[in-house]
């Protein structure tokens, strides 16, 4: 034993419990700054469509095509990348992908096919996925009684790079063009792929387990943690229901009376602003008072502002303050419902993250369609509604079922 702890002196440094002491407040803010900028890079060509269309010398649609390419390239980067964080070490993980942002969109700036923007976008949103992976590290490595808190200061970052990459991204289109605004992104992406292996601890891999055989593993675990399963149905469901006023607001707001331009619609996303605020709010008392009481509260904010919305679209006033409550609620629900998944193994809780945000961002994909199908069809009011009740639907679920921890049932405060 003794040669053993001689001739391994550095993996047992590696391998031994980091909390609080290596994830300080500091590094907690540089890694939320960080998810910001990496979940921000599939956003800034969003607004520059016309832009990018004119450019390349093709249509609007073939633009639009290609920059659906980032969802679905997320979706695979939440299956396949997000577990290399438990793998290998972290900070090389990140580090890794922040220079493959920074490369893709290098690319995408002197694209002059369509198709290429559209391949390269997707490898973008796979990378994007960065902030999936920063989540799980600052759950692994902060301190259990912080670990809530420290998780809503990330989400924090999370939710305003969806914000920041529209509004940066247009600004600086205008300023100076697409294609060098795309250039600033990828000088911050590069930037950040270095800082990450100065700022964040040398820790390694949490376990030996292969990566196709993680892989393997990530369906079983909806077997069997049902606290997995639990988080991610409803999660998935107020993921739904938030795409799906987004999206169907937009319609909305597009069609007479209203017929408002894109750039006015795209002003109410800044009630998004609260929900960043919610997150960090949400993370400290989910350590408070636990995940439950914080999610049910969530969800009565924002169902009952998604009721309101029904009938609060005439009024700008109202309809952005109910937006806000509503970001609000479901905000604060995610970052208590995620801090649940990666309480399960703290230890390893990429994987478990993985399994919940495929869940989450499917659900998310399909209230998006629903959205803007059921504005078009049926009527702003009657789609408002229809997201309330699958809020109604998560708070039910959320009250009838406690749950397991492990191998271990314990009821949720």
């Known amino acids: 034993m003794a040669v ?4 391994f002196p550095l993996r047992a440094f590696y391998a031994r419990p980091v909390h609080s002491d290596f994830l300080r407040g500091p590094i907690i803010w540089f890694v939320s700054l960080a998810a910001a900028l990496g979940t921000a890079a599939i ?58 942002l920074a490369i893709a969109l290098g690319l ?10 559209g391949l390269v976008v997707g490898v973008l949103g796979a990378c994007s996925s960065v902030g999936a992976g920063l989540s799980s590290v600052t759950a692994r490595l902060a301190s259990p009684n912080r670990r809530a808190t420290a998780l809503g200061i990330v989400t924090a970052g999370i939710s305003a790079g969806i914000l920041a990459g529209r509004v940066v991204g247009g600004w600086l289109a205008d300023l100076i063009g697409w294609r060098a605004m795309l250039g600033v992104f990828a000088a911050g992406c ?42 991610a149905v409803r999660g998935a469901l107020w993921f739904f229901a938030f795409c799906a006023v987004w999206s169907g ?12 331009s894109a750039e006015r619609i795209g002003l109410y996303a800044f009630a ?32 009952v502002a998604s009721a309101m919305l029904a009938i609060a679209l005439p009024s700008t006033v109202s309809t952005v303050l109910c937006l806000a409550l509503f970001d609000a609620g479901l905000f604060g629900a995610q970052v208590a ?35 803007a199908t059921a504005a078009e069809q049926l009527g702003w009011p009657l789609t408002a509604l229809g997201t309330t009740a699958v809020i109604a639907g998560a708070a039910v679920l959320t009250l009838a079922y406690r749950t397991r921890v492990g191998a271990v049932s314990v009821p949720v405060k």
């Open 4 to 7: 053993s702890r001689q001739r």
């Open 43 to 100: 956003y800034p060509l969003q607004p520059a469509i016309a832009e990018v269309s004119g450019a390349l010398g093709t249509s609007l649609g073939a633009v639009g095509v290609a920059l659906a390419c980032g969802p679905v390239g997320y979706l695979c980067g939440l299956a396949l990348l997000v577990p290399l964080v438990d793998q290998f070490p972290p900070r090389c993980v990140l580090s890794v992908q922040f220079g493959a």
């Open 108 to 117: 995408n700036a002197i694209a002059g096919q369509v198709w290429v923007l």
């Open 190 to 231: 590069a930037a950040v792929a270095v800082a990450v292996l100065l700022v964040l601890p040398p820790v390694a891999g949490a376990h030996n387990r292969g990566y196709f055989a993680t892989l393997r593993s990530i369906p079983g675990l909806y077997l069997k943690y049902p606290a997995l399963r639990l988080a």
């Open 249 to 260: 607001i937009a319609v909305a707001l597009s069609k007479p009376p209203f017929s408002y």
């Open 272 to 303: 998004g602003i609260v929900g960043i605020f919610a997150t960090r709010i949400a993370g400290a008392w989910t350590d408070r008072v636990g995940a439950r009481r914080v999610i049910l509260c969530g969800l009565g904010l924002a169902g």
């Open 337 to 371: 419902n995620q801090s649940t998944v990666l309480a399960i193994e703290p230890s390893a809780p990429a994987r478990f993250n993985s399994a919940y945000m495929v869940v989450y961002f499917a659900g998310g994909s399909l209230g998006t369609a629903f959205g």
